[in-house]
């Protein structure tokens, strides 16, 4: 694993949502994400009659999920093929309290729609974080250099 590749996956875990949708749809929803970096792959928990899941209900679909957390200092747009997912075990492992509040019946709820990105390219950002930001822009005032904006890279999966 590259340190590109370990540094996006480190600070993509500890992000909790970003915009995901279809490529041929511009308009993009707030989802929280959930890492499988081991398969290269973020899961997604929604009800089967969300715009998303009604998208790839026909068959898997080109999207794209953008994030962006100046704390973690991670931005990055995130493409792959979505689609949807009967994967009990993955629920299991997935389900969580902010998942349960928005199903009356749990996990077992008929409206419960696991959806799974399979990633095929990132285009990354990678800052030091707020902190460092500051530090930077504070430093370059001082002795009138650029800032250090950190990493700029795209990662291919």
Request: no cysteine.
């Amino acid at each position: 694993m590259t340190d590109h590749n370990h540094q996006f996956w480190s600070r993509l875990d500890d992000i909790n949502s970003g915009m995901l949708g279809v490529t041929q749809d511009a308009r993009l929803v707030p989802m929280s994400h959930y890492t499988d970096r081991k398969v290269s792959v973020l899961w997604f928990i929604t009800a089967k009659d969300t715009d998303l899941a009604r998208s790839v209900a026909s068959g898997p679909q080109e999207a794209m999920h953008v994030v962006s957390d100046g704390g973690q200092g991670l931005y990055a747009r995130i493409h792959g093929t979505l689609s949807l997912s009967d994967n009990r075990a993955k629920l299991d492992e997935l389900w969580n309290a902010v998942a349960s509040s928005w199903f009356e019946d749990g996990k077992q709820d008929p409206d419960v729609q696991l959806l799974r990105l399979d990633l095929s390219e990132a285009e990354v950002w990678a800052t030091g974080g707020s902190m460092s930001f500051l530090y930077q822009i504070a430093k370059s005032k001082i002795t009138g250099d650029k800032p250090d904006m950190g990493d700029h890279y795209t990662l291919t999966f």
